[in-house]
DNA sequence: GAGTACGAAATCGTATACGAAGTAATATGG
DNA sequence: CCATATTACTTCGTATACGATTTCGTACTC
């Protein structure tokens, strides 16, 4: 563990058990009951909570407490809409630095997805899922664009876990523009057509989620 | 003041003193002198220079403080690349929704730093800019991404008012922009042709501060 | 004279304690 | 029986205190 400060290991400790559906949206994060819960005291814990506020993760009110953030479809929409634009931005500026090995490592992956549509297995396609937009992600030469991408996917983590949001049709095509994605960046193509492609790519898995929630709809393009 | 919470108090005060300058860049911020200055405990103010790290706005280490970050140039260039994604990406969403009141105002604001081309005042010319941006922004309809184009200006701001980032035949470059980028919202432009000229407004700026300081070149597009 | 070891000062990190604000339960009057 | 006021409880907000870590200055040795 050696994490050193109290406050980093609170702030690790309550974010794994966000994202990992432990403490699912709506949840009542109590001060005294985390510091007991970690042999802390209160201070670490309240630092810790405040810094994942600013990440969005929780909801904190004066005098009330911090909740879990997610739940509401709005939430989920406007979450879903930034990450398409910083995924895609992501996307373009890393496939320049990509070479044959890691398309190779993506492509596989890829597969892996394609097999999970067989036997039906949600959990192991989504975490496939992360690691295929890792590959392309993580030689994005801006950190803060890449820190970005990472809060949109903590922000979805949390939400998935309890509400499991799967649009039936939506998986086959995501294979389908994964393997497309993959092309255009062995072709060379151009870093705006990279970008369009990977924005349509999330885009897509918003619309899909609004056309079956009959919710409000907004112009994700 | 009435801002109820020591901490919100301490937030803003701090937060407001990085953006006017007040503390400048590689600025250590010791807890308890902000703390006394500010009349209250270090606990308030600990708390507040954490979310000021979240933000970006001050870089924090174990067992040594907490110093305001900016200078770096690589630090800016990620930081406009950033704001030139999200920002663009705001104006695109925005554009709908700004009516002929709006244009006209941001028109006066434009012709203002037209103005001030002539009497040579950077820095109500950089109000005026910000101004300007501000009239297209407000109404984009998703708050996260209008949350990262507010993050990054005060990124932007902490540095500005330290070493002055002014390239000479720039700002008259942007004035036209910023015409013709009213006139395309104004003719009803799709939202694709919006992003990629307000994007490239400021990548435009980024590069010509590269050209200028001979910095190491990054693909701004 | 340069480098290292030691010690003192400064600063951060966390715990504990108490006061403030909000919430829920209960009692009381209509 | 319902509405409202009061009380008790929960939880947050901040101050103070002390231990831990780092940094800087000084003395000592080679």
């Known amino acids: ?74 939430e989920y929409l406007y979450t879903m809409q930034t990450l398409s634009i910083v995924e895609g931005a992501a996307t373009a500026l890393s496939a320049p630095l990509i070479g044959p090995a890691d398309i190779a490592r993506a492509r596989a992956v890829n597969e892996d997805m394609r097999e999970c ?10 975490a496939l899922n992360q690691d295929f937009h890792s590959i392309l992600f993580e030689q994005c030469p801006n950190p803060h664009i890449l820190d970005l991408v990472h809060r949109g996917w903590n922000r979805l983590a949390s939400l998935r876990s309890s509400t499991f949001r799967f649009v039936p049709g939506r998986a086959h095509e995501s294979v389908d523009e994964h393997e497309a994605l993959l092309r255009l960046i062995e072709a060379g193509a151009g870093a705006e057509e990279i970008e369009k492609s990977a924005r349509r790519h999330r885009a897509a898995t918003l619309d899909a989620y609004l056309a079956q929630s009959n919710a409000g709809s907004l112009n994700t393009r």
């Open 1 to 74: 563990m050696a994490t050193g400060s109290k406050s980093e290991q609170a702030y690790a400790a309550v974010k794994a058990r966000i994202v990992d559906g432990t403490y699912s949206p709506g949840y009542r994060l109590v001060l005294a009951a985390i510091a007991k819960d970690l042999g802390v005291s209160v201070v670490p814990v309240r630092e810790a909570i405040r810094r994942l506020e600013a990440e969005g993760l929780v909801t904190f009110e004066r005098n009330i407490g911090a909740t879990v953030s997610g739940i509401d479809p709005t």
């Open 117 to 126: 549509l067989q036997h039906f297995d949600p959990v192991r396609f989504t």
